[in-house]
């Protein structure tokens, strides 16, 4: 088992302007593995997960070729972003950018 490099971008306006203060959560079977908060560039840092040796991704039948963990996004003033997929591969780095909409009745919070 390796490990993978997984860095979350949130920006609002289309990908325009970054979301400071977006709470992040990673999780895996239920468990969580990070929980994160980006800052004024709507970034956190890179973190590493346990994933499958990237050689095994190269090989027919070799096992596991990827780690798959879920991603929440939640900031206030914008819908919550839930279940996000994301699959994370050894010796290797993953950006996962995402778009938050504006919630106008004041939500986001916890929604």
């Known amino acids: 088992m390796g490990t993978g490099l ?3 971008q949130a920006f609002s306006g289309n990908y325009a302007l970054p979301v400071e ?5 990673i999780s895996r079977d ?16 890179y973190i590493k997960l346990e994933s ?3 050689d095994n991704s190269l090989e027919p039948y070799s096992g596991d070729r990827e780690e798959k963990y879920r991603g929440d996004i939640y900031a206030e003033g914008f819908y919550p972003l839930k279940n996000l997929y994301i699959s994370l591969v050894g010796g290797t780095s993953s950006l996962l950018s995402v778009n938050l909409i504006p919630s ?8």
């Not at 106008?104 to 929604?111: L, P, Q, R, S």
């Open 6 to 8: 997984l860095k979350i």
């Open 104 to 111: 106008y009745d004041g939500g986001g919070k916890n929604d």
């Open 52 to 54: 499958p040796n990237k």
């Open 30 to 45: 239920g468990h969580i593995e990070a929980f994160l908060v980006t800052d004024s560039r709507g970034a956190t840092p």
């Open 21 to 25: 203060g977006a709470k992040v959560v």
